[in-house]
């Protein structure tokens, strides 16, 4: 699919320096829009930044007929419509929020055939029965030429952004069989790829799928410290050294109520935040984005809420407050800086009590111990490697964990920099501890009692054991819920709703 010699190449190319001011193809660009053009169904798997939307506003450029867009949120579709129309092309959009007139002159022009790019929310598939009959209508009139699902993990269920109304999607190639779907995401996992291609019947499809390898982006982990405030502290600290002339950022949290806390704390220490979370009202919401966008504010302090259409290319760095719940969703929130290719930082805060606090949350989904281990395997690799002899290097560990061989880090990892230098810490024998901990679990368990893990760490230091209490009090609190933290993800312990430990 790489090849220069379809008959629409030369016009490719053209269109790519005229139109869009670009000098050459970024990788697997070429090939996705070949295989559109082509006919076929595609499903393509771009990291953020890797420029996706070119994957479908070329092709509609250099065909004839229409090219429907299909897109989560409002805010990326007028995002895309704005940047079109600045490169003087006519992208066209149908939402909630598109007036009585604005949809019959979407209508009129899909009647007349004059319409390239159509955007619209699933919901428009999904439940209007109007629209679906003037599109069958173009269909009919052979000027349907593809239909592009952008952001198509929204459709699974395993994703991070499941909606309804996406799952719905099938129908289109149900009702339009001959027309060729381009599904687009930046999601990596093999289960959430088989999941699309069930849901939008695109069984036969080409698939393409990029590294998740971001080689501008710096991954490191640093121990959060313990009190609430110490911790903000020790991020403003990090921000206005690496970032003292005001570049863009983003600090993820886990709570709402954190968010408020650490972005009033950070403005506090000198650094420039908003908040931003599901339970601001639209207006200031909005206008928190738009000040962090704009670039007048810093930091952007929020939850996950705050992801998907986020369009900003110059993010500097992404601060995690708090762990993400899994690898997968790491690589993704993380992956929002650096979008440009320039330089960028990816920083986490961890602690084993944000593990626990995590879990309590997230406990009622279906795959989140694996999920949350994969995150804390991640967190906790040291120097030296991870406590089951896997590698030190974090961009080797995300790669693995997307079944992809590791790339050449070049001492963009804390790891891989530190390991260039003398390691000056042994590692615990975490074995015996673990032992030792199993062995208090059966205890409980004889007695059918159940602990917690922080009341597995307190029985630990109050065992009356000679020597074995006075072991767990010899480390610090931080260093016994490392080894609780180890067996963890280790297997060793299974967890019940998040709480409850017992051996496995
Ligand atoms: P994605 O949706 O995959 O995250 P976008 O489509 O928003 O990425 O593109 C990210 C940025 O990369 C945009 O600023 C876009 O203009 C730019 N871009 C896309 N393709 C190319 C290319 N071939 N060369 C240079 N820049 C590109």
Known sequence: WCQENFPWSAKLTQMLHDVFGLREFRSLQREVINAALQGRDVLC???SGGGKSLCYQLPALVSSGL?????????LIQDQVLS???????????????????????????????LKLLYV??????????????LEKVHQAGRLDRIAIDEAHCASAWGNDFRPDYKKLGVLKQQFPQVPILAL???????????????????????FRASVNRPNLFYEVLPKPAGASDATAAIVAWIRKHYPRGESGIVYCLTRK??????????GGGVSARHYHADMDPGPREAAHATWSSGEVQVMVATVAFGMGINKPDVRFVVHHSLSKSLENYYQESGRAGRDGLPARCLMFYR??????????????????PNLQAMMKYAAAGPSGGTDGSSSCRRAIIQRHFAEAPAECRCMCDNCCIAAGPITSEPHDVGRHALVLLGILRQQQAKEKKATLIQLVDLWRSCKDPGVGKEA????????EAVVAAMMYAGLLELEFGHTAYAT
């Open 258 to 267: 954190d968010c408020e806390t650490v972005a009033s704390e950070l403005a």
């Open 185 to 207: 995401t930046a999601t990596a996992t093999h289960q959430v790829c088989e999941d699309l291609k069930t849901i939008l019947r695109i069984g036969g499809c080409e698939f």
């Open 121 to 134: 929310t699933p919901e428009k598939i999904v439940s209007s029965k109007r629209f679906m009959s003037k």
């Open 473 to 480: 009090k010899a480390m610090s609190r931080d260093e016994n």
């Open 67 to 75: 090219t429907l867009v299909v897109s989560p949120l409002l805010s």
């Open 45 to 47: 798997l771009l990291p």
């Open 352 to 369: 084993f009590s944000d593990a626990l606090r995590q879990a309590a949350i997230v406990c009622f989904e279906p795959t989140w111990q």
């Open 84 to 114: 079109l129309r600045a490169l003087g092309i006519d992208g066209v959009c149908l939402t909630s929020l598109s007036s009585k007139e604005d949809v019959a002159a979407v209508y009129g022009k899909m009647d007349r055939g004059e």
